[in-house]
């Protein structure tokens, strides 16, 4: 494959490339398709800043690669191995997670367009690092949701409490109004090769879902967990028993309150 000279490449426009780094240096070109297979093979070894950059270089790339009629089949089963890392890093037994979503995504869709998908990259890059920085793990991040697990309950409250205090400080672009509901639950999954499997991963995005914009949901399992161990300047508060969609029984829920989040929330989305 001859190389693309200076020339050449500047003039290409940014969308023959499959990454434009946030300094306007682009990357992975896929103007055609000795490139594109070129790209397939460079891919793993370009640096990123964050989950959702990745994603939308690997959509371009995986589009021009169906373009010119490439069928990466060893690419796409690369990237599922990535994506899912090694599962024998992630806690077994009992485990709380802590899963987010962020409030209003199709509005402020709407309202940004483009720059939605900067947003998002934004809010993923302010959780997974209360989620590092708390010794927690990620298990997925889809959509607008990010999903991870801690081998400690305490852990989890704790990054819970980071990912809040640090979106509340943030400056967003256009000066829109970012609010990230949190669920929170302890149980006892099954960690499979396709990751973790069991009524507990169900049940916090039931308690997620329950929950507003600002609000740390937790579940009695995962007070029931943390016992009288709660860190230092930090309560559970009741919400009353609420029935949550598909499961069995009605489950007690808490708000988690501290310094710097907010107190104040409509009933929870339970309707009940």
């Given at each position: 494959m001859a190389k693309l000279s200076a020339k050449e490449r500047a003039n290409l426009p940014d969308r023959a490339f499959a990454y434009v780094d946030d300094e306007g240096k682009r990357r992975l070109p896929i103007h055609d398709e000795a490139h594109v297979r070129n790209a397939l093979v460079r891919f793993?070894?370009?640096?990123?800043p964050d989950d959702a950059t990745r994603d939308a270089a690997r959509r371009r790339l995986?589009?021009?690669?169906?373009?010119?009629?490439i069928v990466p089949v060893g690419f796409i089963t690369n990237q599922l191995r990535s994506e899912r890392g090694d599962l024998s890093e992630?806690?077994?037994?009992?485990?709380?997670?802590?899963?987010?979503?962020?409030?209003?995504?199709?509005a402020l869709l709407r309202l940004l367009g483009?720059?939605?998908?900067?947003?998002?990259?934004?809010?993923?890059?302010l959780i997974r690092q209360a989620v590092r920085k708390s010794g927690g793990h990620k298990v997925d991040a889809t959509g607008d949701g990010f999903f991870a697990v801690f081998g400690d309950t305490g852990s989890a409250i704790h990054a819970a409490v980071e990912t809040q205090r640090a979106l509340a400080e943030r400056a967003w672009p256009g000066k829109v109004d970012v609010r990230v509901r949190a669920?929170?639950?302890?149980?006892?999954?099954t960690l499979t090769d396709a990751g973790?499997?069991?009524l507990s991963v169900h049940t916090v995005a039931r308690v997620c879902s329950a929950a507003h914009g600002g609000q740390i949901v937790v579940?009695?399992?995962?007070?029931?967990?943390?016992?009288?161990?709660?860190?230092?300047g930090m309560r559970l508060r009741s919400l009353g028993r609420h029935r949550l969609a598909g499961l069995p029984r009605a489950e007690q829920l808490f708000q988690l309150e501290c310094e710097g989040l907010q107190r104040r929330f409509p009933p929870l989305r339970t309707g009940a």
């Amino acid at each position: 494959m001859a190389k693309l000279s200076a020339k050449e490449r500047a003039n290409l426009p940014d969308r023959a490339f499959a990454y434009v780094d946030d300094e306007g240096k682009r990357r992975l070109p896929i103007h055609d398709e000795a490139h594109v297979r070129n790209a397939l093979v460079r891919f793993d070894r370009v640096a990123f800043p964050d989950d959702a950059t990745r994603d939308a270089a690997r959509r371009r790339l995986l589009n021009a690669a169906k373009r010119f009629g490439i069928v990466p089949v060893g690419f796409i089963t690369n990237q599922l191995r990535s994506e899912r890392g090694d599962l024998s890093e992630l806690p077994t037994g009992s485990v709380t997670f802590l899963l987010t979503d962020i409030e209003g995504s199709t509005a402020l869709l709407r309202l940004l367009g483009d720059d939605y998908a900067h947003l998002l990259r934004d809010v993923r890059s302010l959780i997974r690092q209360a989620v590092r920085k708390s010794g927690g793990h990620k298990v997925d991040a889809t959509g607008d949701g990010f999903f991870a697990v801690f081998g400690d309950t305490g852990s989890a409250i704790h990054a819970a409490v980071e990912t809040q205090r640090a979106l509340a400080e943030r400056a967003w672009p256009g000066k829109v109004d970012v609010r990230v509901r949190a669920g929170i639950h302890t149980g006892r999954p099954t960690l499979t090769d396709a990751g973790y499997v069991g009524l507990s991963v169900h049940t916090v995005a039931r308690v997620c879902s329950a929950a507003h914009g600002g609000q740390i949901v937790v579940s009695s399992h995962t007070k029931a967990a943390i016992a009288d161990q709660m860190p230092a300047g930090m309560r559970l508060r009741s919400l009353g028993r609420h029935r949550l969609a598909g499961l069995p029984r009605a489950e007690q829920l808490f708000q988690l309150e501290c310094e710097g989040l907010q107190r104040r929330f409509p009933p929870l989305r339970t309707g009940a």
